[in-house]
C-alpha cells in the first residue's frame, strides 16, 4: 500500500470516528447493498465456480477411497484384490453421471437440476420427490462435512474435544456469513484451499507413482498388519462387494450442485457450466483413482475397527490415521512439511465441503418458490443479489442437526447418501423419458423432422442416461438395504413430511390465486369518500394525522376519541376547543376498556347508513431507533391497523412520528436539527392570524354510546370541506360561517 493510500485510509477512518457514523452488525457480517445492475457481476467464471460448486465432489474422494477399503477389509485381505474392479465400477458411474448432467444442463439449464427433468417428464409427485431428498442431502452435506472438518481439527488439536459442538456450530456460521456477503465472495475466499487441495493430492500421487516406477515404492505405517475376519458366505460376498461399490460411490456426492447452480454462472451460462462440470468430473476421477491405486500400491489396511488389526499394539488408545494421511506420510515422510501440507489441505476442504450446499440449496429453493411448491422469500434476492433467506434456512436446520447429534459424524454420515442417490435415480429416468419423447415426437404435431445426426445424439444420450438410472438405482436400493437399520430410515421419514408440506404450499397458492383473479361477477364501486383520524390525547403525532387527512381532501372527516376514562375524555374536549379545531369530534364510550372493538362497530353502523363508502383511519404511530424502546410503547396503532384491516371499506393510513432515536435506523447519530425536519411535520408560517378560542358549539362535540345496534340513530354525518384544507363548521342556529383559517392555528 503507498504512503498516499495509508494516509487516505486513517483520513476515513478518523472521520469515521469524529462523525460517530458506524456501520450496522448487518453491514460489518454481509457488507454494502448492491444495486440489481452488479447483478452480472456476481455471476461466476469457471476458474471460480470450480471452487465453490466442486468442493462437495471433490472432498469426498478424501474419504471415498478409505470407505471402499474398509469395507472390503472386512472380508480380509484378500478382498482388497477386488478393490480395482470395484474402483473401476465407481469410476465408470462417475463417468456416466458427469455425461449425463452435461446433457441434462445443455436441456434444463434454468437450475432446477434433477427436481425440474423430474417433474416435466415424471410428473409433479416424482419432481417434489426429488426436491425433498435434495433438500435433505443439502442439509445433511452441511452436517456432515462440518462435523468432519471438526474432525479434523480435534485430531489435530485434542484439547478442542469438549468444544465440538460449539466449533460445529460457529463453522455453520462462518460459513453462512461469507456466503451471505455474495457468491464472488465465497467463492473467493474458497478458491485457494480448494485448488491447494487439488494440487497437493495431485502431487502426491504422481510422486507416489514415480517412486514406484524407480523402484521405491512408498510403503505405508499400517501395510504390515493383517485383519481379524470371520469366514462368510457367497451370498455374504457379493453383498459385501455391494456395499464396497455402494461406499466408494459415496464419491459421486456434490455433482448435482453445478446442474442446480446454472444461473449463478456467467454468460453462455450453459457452455459454462457444462465445461466446469467436465473439469470437475475429470478431476474427481483422476483424484479418485489416483489415491485408491497408491493405497494398494502402499498397502494402506484401514479397519472399520481399529483392533481388528492384527499386529498394532496401540489400537485402543492411539487414533486411526486416514487413508490420506498414511499415503502422505509414505510419500513424504511423517511430520514433513509436505505432510502437513495435504493434512491441512485435507481438513479445510472437508469443512469447505458444506460451501456446495450453501450455494444449491437457495437456488434449488428459488426455483420450488418460482413453481410455488415453496414460501415467495425464497425467491428474493438479499442486499448482497443472492437468495439470503434460503442460505440462513439452511444453516438454521443445519444447526439443529448438529446439537441434536451432538456434531457426531459417526451418527450422521447414516443419514448420507440416500438423498442424493433418489434424485440421481429419478433425473436420470426423466432424462430417458426426455430423449424417448424427443424420439417419438420427431415428425409429429408439427414437431421437426430429427437429422441423422441429431438422431444419433439422442439415441447416444438416451444410452447413457438408461445406464446412469440403472446403476444408481442399484446403488440405492444397496445403501438403503445396508445403512437403514442405522438411521437412514430419519431420512424416509423426513422426505415424506417435506413432500406434503411442499404439495400443501402449492394448493394454498393455488387456491388463493383462485380467489383473488379477475372475474365477471365481482365488481367494484365505492360512493363516497370519509376520513377518521383516532384522537387519544392531544399531542403532535395527533395533531400531524389530522393535518395529513386534511392535506388528503376527503369529502368529509372528523376525529374519534375512544373514551375509557372521564376525565381524560374530558381533558380532550377541552382542549379541543382551546386549540381550535374546527374538525368534528366524535366520543364513543367503550366500558370495557376496549379499543378497536367500538371503532369497528361505529364504522359498520355508518356504512349500514351511508352505502358504499370508503372510510379511511389515520392512526399516529411513533418511529424507534433502538429495540428496547420497542418494549416501552404499547403498539396499540399496530393493532387497531390489523382489526380495522379486517372491517369492510376500510383503509388504514399509518402516520410515522420519528422519535429522535430513529435516525439510528439510517445509520448516522441524533443531530440537532430543527423538530420538523427529524420527525417529518410540515415546516409552520413564519405568521398567523390568531383565533378566538371556538365555543363548545362550534367545536362541534359528539357523545356517541356503545355498544352500537342496528335500528339505533346514526351519528350526525360530518359536514363535507368547504375546502381544500378548510372545514365549514355548523352554527347551532343553522347558518354556518365559512372559516378561512387553517384546522388549527399553528397546524
Known amino acids: 500500500m503507498q504512503p498516499a493510500d495509508l494516509t487516505g485510509f486513517w483520513q476515513r477512518v478518523l472521520s469515521s470516528l469524529v462523525t460517530n457514523e458506524g456501520r450496522s452488525p448487518k453491514r460489518w457480517l454481509i457488507g454494502d ?53 470395484v474402483a473401476a465400477a465407481v469410476v465408470v458411474l462417475m463417468v456416466t453421471v458427469v455425461l449425463s448432467y452435461r446433457q441434462l444442463v445443455k436441456a434444463y439449464p434454468s437450475g432446477g437440476g434433477d427436481y425440474e427433468v423430474a417433474h416435466k417428464n415424471l410428473g409433479e409427485k416424482a419432481g417434489l ?25 480435534i485430531s489435530a488439536l485434542p484439547f478442542l ?43 502426491m500421487v504422481v510422486t507416489a507413482l514415480v517412486r514406484t516406477a524407480l523402484g521405491h515404492a512408498p ?98 488408545t492411539s487414533p486411526q490415521r486416514s487413508l490420506i494421511a498414511q499415503i502422505a506420510a509414505a510419500t513424504f515422510g511423517n511430520n514433513t512439511f509436505f505432510f502437513f501440507i495435504v493434512q491441512a489441505a485435507t481438513a479445510v476442504v472437508l469443512l469447505l465441503a458444506a460451501n456446495t450446499a450453501f450455494n444449491g440449496f437457495p437456488l434449488l429453493g428459488s426455483v420450488l418458490a418460482r413453481d410455488s411448491y415453496a414460501p415467495k422469500a425464497l425467491n428474493t434476492r438479499g442486499d448482497r443479489l443472492v437468495y439470503s433467506n434460503g442460505m440462513i434456512l439452511l444453516a438454521l436446520a443445519a444447526t439443529v442437526l448438529l446439537l441434536v447429534y451432538q456434531a457426531n459424524l459417526t451418527q450422521l454420515i447414516q443419514l448420507y447418501i440416500i438423498g442424493v442417490f433418489v434424485s440421481f435415480t429419478l433425473g436420470q429416468s426423466g432424462m430417458v423419458k426426455h430423449w424417448v419423447t424427443m424420439l417419438r415426437g420427431s415428425g409429429t404435431d408439427g414437431a421437426a423432422v430429427l437429422s441423422q445426426r441429431e438422431r444419433s445424439s439422442i439415441v447416444r444420450s438416451l444410452c447413457i442416461n438408461a445406464f446412469g438410472a440403472t446403476l444408481t438405482f442399484v446403488v440405492l436400493i444397496v ?53 377518521v383520524v383516532l384522537i387519544g390525547k392531544m399531542q403532535k403525532p395527533a395533531l400531524k394525522a389530522l393535518d395529513y387527512a386534511i392535506a388528503a381532501r376527503h369529502d368529509s372527516i372528523e376525529a374519534i376519541h375512544v373514551s375509557i376514562d372521564e376525565e381524560a375524555t374530558q381533558k380532550l374536549q377541552r382542549q379541543w376547543i382551546e386549540q381550535n379545531i374546527h374538525v368534528p369530534l366524535t366520543v364513543i364510550e367503550s366500558p370495557y376498556r376496549e379499543f378497536g372493538l367500538p371503532v369497528i362497530k361505529y364504522l359498520k353502523h355508518r356504512r349500514e347508513e351511508h352505502g358504499s363508502e370508503v372510510v379511511t383511519v389515520y392512526l399516529p404511530q411513533y418511529i424507534v431507533g433502538h429495540w428496547w424502546e ?24 399509518l402516520v410515522p412520528w420519528l422519535l429522535d432515536s430513529s435516525s439510528l435506523i439510517y445509520g448516522r447519530r ?26 363548545a358549539a362550534r367545536a362541534h362535540i359528539h357523545i356517541h354510546p356503545t355498544p352500537i345496534t342496528l335500528g339505533e340513530q346514526a351519528a350526525p354525518t360530518p359536514e363535507p370541506l368547504a375546502q381544500p384544507g378548510e372545514l365549514s363548521v355548523p352554527e347551532p342556529s343553522g347558518a354556518q360561517e365559512p372559516q378561512h383559517e387553517p384546522a388549527r392555528s399553528q397546524q
Open 33 to 85: 447493498p448492491l444495486p440489481s445492475e452488479k447483478l452480472e457481476g456476481q455471476l461466476l467464471p469457471k476458474h471460480l465456480a470450480l471452487p465453490i460448486f466442486a468442493s462437495d465432489a471433490l472432498s469426498s474422494v478424501a474419504y471415498a477411497p478409505q470407505e471402499l477399503l474398509m469395507i472390503l477389509l472386512l472380508g480380509g485381505l484378500s478382498f482388497l484384490t477386488f478393490a480395482p474392479w
Open 129 to 153: 420427490i426429488v426436491a425433498s431428498a435434495l433438500l435433505v442431502d443439502y442439509v445433511l452435506t452441511v452436517a456432515v462435512s462440518v462435523a468432519s472438518g471438526v474432525d479434523n481439527v
Open 161 to 203: 474435544a469438549s468444544w465440538r459442538v460449539g466449533l460445529a456450530v460457529l463453522c455453520v456460521i462462518i460459513l453462512a456469513a461469507v456466503n451471505l456477503r455474495g457468491v464472488r465472495e465465497s467463492s473467493k475466499a474458497f478458491a485457494l484451499p480448494t485448488y491447494i487441495f487439488i494440487g497437493s493430492i495431485f502431487v
Open 219 to 316: 510403503i505405508a505405517e499400517s501395510a504390515g498388519y493383517t485383519v481379524h475376519t470371520s469366514s462368510i458366505a457367497q451370498a455374504g460376498m457379493v453383498l459385501l462387494l455391494l456395499r464396497a461399490f455402494s461406499s466408494g460411490c459415496s464419491a459421486l456426492t456434490g455433482v448435482e450442485a453445478v446442474a442446480n447452480g446454472v444461473p449463478a454462472f456467467r454468460t453462455p451460462k450453459i457452455r459454462n457450466a457444462r465445461t466446469t462440470l467436465a473439469m470437475m468430473g475429470g478431476i474427481a476421477i483422476v483424484l479418485f483413482a489416483g489415491l485408491t491405486v497408491t493405497a494398494l500400491i502402499s498397502g494402506v489396511h484401514y479397519a472399520e475397527n481399529p483392533c481388528d488389526l492384527q499386529g498394532w499394539a496401540q489400537c485402543a
Open 479 to 531: 445403501v438403503t438395504i445396508t445403512k437403514f437399520t442405522h438411521g437412514a430410515y430419519l431420512v424416509f421419514i423426513f422426505m415424506p413430511i417435506l413432500w406434503f408440506l411442499m404439495l400443501g404450499v402449492n394448493r394454498y397458492y393455488r387456491d388463493v390465486e383462485k380467489e383473488i383473479e379477475v372475474d365477471p361477477v365481482t365488481t367494484f364501486g365505492s360512493v363516497g369518500d370519509h376520513a
Open 630 to 653: 420497542a418494549l416501552l410503547h404499547n403498539h396499540r396503532a399496530r393493532r387497531l391497523s390489523k382489526q380495522l384491516m379486517l372491517c369492510h371499506g376500510v383503509t388504514v393510513a
Open 670 to 695: 441524533s443531530r440537532p436539527l430543527p423538530g420538523q425536519d427529524r420527525r417529518g411535520e410540515p415546516v409552520r408560517p413564519v405568521a398567523r392570524r390568531p383565533l378566538t378560542p371556538a365555543s
